[in-house]
Antibody
Framework: EVQLVESGGGLVQPGGSLRLSCAASGFSFSDHYMDWVRQAPGKGLVWVGRIRNKANSYTTEYVASVKGRFTISRDDSRNSVFLQMSSLKTEDTAVYYC????????????????WGQGTLVTASS | DIQMTQSPSSLSASVGDRVTITCRASQGIRIDLSWYQQVPGKAPKRLIYAASSLQSGVPSRFSGSGSGTEFTLTISSLRPEDFATYYCLQHNTYPYTFGQGTKLEIK
C-alpha cells in the first residue's frame, strides 16, 4: 500500500524557518518524482514545487511565490522528501501535502496520484 | 502561468442528480489534466487522470472529457458521499496550476 506521511509542521514566527519531511513507503520511491502542494485555511490548492529523481539529476521546479525561499530535497536511502522553508511569511500559513508522480523520458504516465494527509504550518507572531 | 478557470464555484444538487463541472485552460494543455475530490479535513483524492481516464477504485458514475482548453467532470447520479469540493489540475506546464475549486453541496 502506498503511504506518504508528512511531519514537521508547527507554529513559526514570520521570517523564521521550518523543515517539513515526507516519509514514503509501499512503492519504489527512488524512481518517482515528488511534489509539494499547499492549502491555506479555507482556500484552494496551490502547487508549490517538485523534485525529480536521480536519473534526472534531482532537479527541481518551484512556483514563483516560493522561489528563493523554499528548497526541496530528497534522501532516497531514507525514502524521504523534504521542504526547507525560510523567510516565512504569514501568507505561507497552510496545510502542506506531499504527493508522488512518475515520469520517464517519454512523459509522465501518472502525476500526483497519491497524497499524504498533510501537515499544518502556521506563520504568525 | 496557465490559468485554470473552474465553474461553477459552488453548486447545490440533490442525490440522484447529474452534475457537470467545467475547467477552462488559458492555453492548450493537450490532455494533461486531472480531477480531484476533497472532503473537509482530508487530502485530495484523484478521480480522473489524462482528462478522461478513471482512477482505479473510483466509481464509474464519475467521468471526464475534453482536451486542449476545455474539460468537464461529470457525476452521473449523485450519492451522499459525493458532496465535497472538486479541483482540476493542469500538469502540462510549470508551474502546475489548480482550478479554484467547486463546492458541491446538498440541496
Amino acid at each position: 500500500e502506498v503511504q506518504l506521511v508528512e511531519s514537521g509542521g508547527g507554529l513559526v514566527q514570520p521570517g523564521g524557518s521550518l523543515r517539513l519531511s515526507c516519509a514514503a513507503s509501499g512503492f519504489s520511491f527512488s524512481d518517482h518524482y515528488m511534489d509539494w502542494v499547499r492549502q491555506a485555511p479555507g482556500k484552494g490548492l496551490v502547487w508549490v514545487g517538485r523534485i525529480r529523481n536521480k536519473a534526472n539529476s534531482y532537479t527541481t521546479e518551484y512556483v514563483a511565490s516560493v522561489k528563493g525561499r523554499f528548497t526541496i530535497s530528497r534522501d532516497d536511502s531514507r525514502n524521504s522528501v523534504f521542504l526547507q522553508m525560510s523567510s516565512l511569511k504569514t501568507e505561507d500559513t497552510a496545510v502542506y501535502y506531499c504527493a508522488r508522480s512518475y515520469c520517464t523520458n517519454d512523459g509522465c504516465p501518472t502525476q500526483l496520484d497519491h497524497w499524504g494527509q498533510g501537515t499544518l504550518v502556521t506563520a504568525s507572531s | 502561468d496557465i490559468q485554470m478557470t473552474q465553474s461553477p464555484s459552488s453548486l447545490s444538487a440533490s442525490v440522484g442528480d447529474r452534475v457537470t463541472i467545467t475547467c477552462r485552460a488559458s492555453q492548450g494543455i493537450r490532455i494533461d489534466l486531472s480531477w480531484y475530490q476533497q472532503v473537509p479535513g482530508k487530502a485530495p483524492k484523484r478521480l480522473i487522470y489524462a482528462a478522461s481516464s478513471l482512477q482505479s477504485g473510483v466509481p464509474s458514475r464519475f467521468s471526464g472529457s475534453g482536451s486542449g482548453t476545455e474539460f468537464t467532470l461529470t457525476i452521473s447520479s449523485l450519492r451522499p458521499e459525493d458532496f465535497a469540493t472538486y479541483y482540476c489540475l493542469q500538469h502540462n506546464t510549470y508551474p502546475y496550476t489548480f482550478g479554484q475549486g467547486t463546492k458541491l453541496e446538498i440541496k
